[in-house]
């Protein structure tokens, strides 16, 4: 089992559509949790974190983190066709504050 | 303010040839990283180093060096290429604490092909 689950999509909404992402983790000791967002031939972009159990919005971005459930989620409200990227979910542990584990990523498609 | 930048863009190696991979910040950050990325692998992280001075292994070590040559400069160095490090490599640096370090900020990458 990978530490960190990602569907690899590709996920197709259209034009104002909310996206939805998922994640899970199978390390119950992670503690902090990031979406990066990476457009094709370019490098990660951090766009949320989320440290606690509940919802953090940021704009059009919500992050979910359900620790007993151990998932995280990330919604994109009103999506755009410039939000058509692969979306990475990443954790860390608090044993190994520095380091990140990676999910492989869901590539989103929003179609005009 | 050019945040984290990396040389080369692009390299073509043959086997068995050596070749350095440079990354620096200008953010003052204390922590820096090397990641490759595979295609449906997602980001492994190679080495890192937590402050100047100090480096450890991440996930894929093997066939690997690095140097943190001070608070700004963090190397990646392939001694012996194989096709297996055909890869695109990102460097990335963040600051300290527990929650920041995970708040990194990417170099450009370097693409980098081995026949």
């Known amino acids: 089992q990978k530490e960190v689950e990602q569907n690899s999509g590709p996920l197709s909404v259209p034009e104002g559509a909310i996206a939805s992402l998922n994640c899970t983790y199978s390390?119950?000791?992670?503690?902090?949790f990031f979406w990066y967002r990476q457009y094709s031939g370019k490098s990660p972009e951090l766009i949320m974190s989320?440290?606690?159990?509940g919802d953090k919005e940021d704009g059009r971005f919500t992050a979910q983190l359900n620790k007993a459930s151990q998932y995280v989620s990330l919604l994109i409200r009103d999506s755009q066709p410039s939000d058509s990227a692969t979306y990475l979910c990443?954790?860390?542990?608090?044993?190994?504050?520095?380091?990140?584990?990676f999910g492989s990523g869901t590539r989103l498609l929003v179609r005009p | 303010n050019a945040g984290v930048t990396q040389t080369p863009k692009f390299q073509v190696l043959k086997t068995g040839q050596s070749m350095t991979l440079q990354c620096a910040q200008d953010?003052?950050?204390?922590?820096m990283y090397w990641y490759r990325q595979d295609p449906g692998m997602g980001l492994r992280l190679i080495y890192y180093s937590a402050s100047e001075g100090t480096t450890d292994k991440g996930e894929v070590p093997n066939g690997y060096n690095v140097s943190r040559l001070n608070k700004r400069e963090f190397s990646l160095r392939l001694e012996s290429a194989a096709p297996s490090q055909t890869s695109v490599y990102f460097c990335?640096?963040?600051?300290?604490?527990?929650?920041?370090?995970?708040?990194?900020?990417f170099g450009p990458g370097t693409r980098l092909t081995v026949l």
């Open positions: 990335a640096s963040s600051d300290t604490g527990l929650l920041l370090a995970g708040e990194q900020f």
């Open positions: 390390d119950r000791v992670s503690q902090s």
């Open positions: 990443a954790v860390s542990r608090e044993d190994s504050s520095y380091k990140l584990i």
């Open positions: 953010m003052n950050h204390n922590s």
């Open positions: 989320i440290y606690s159990n």
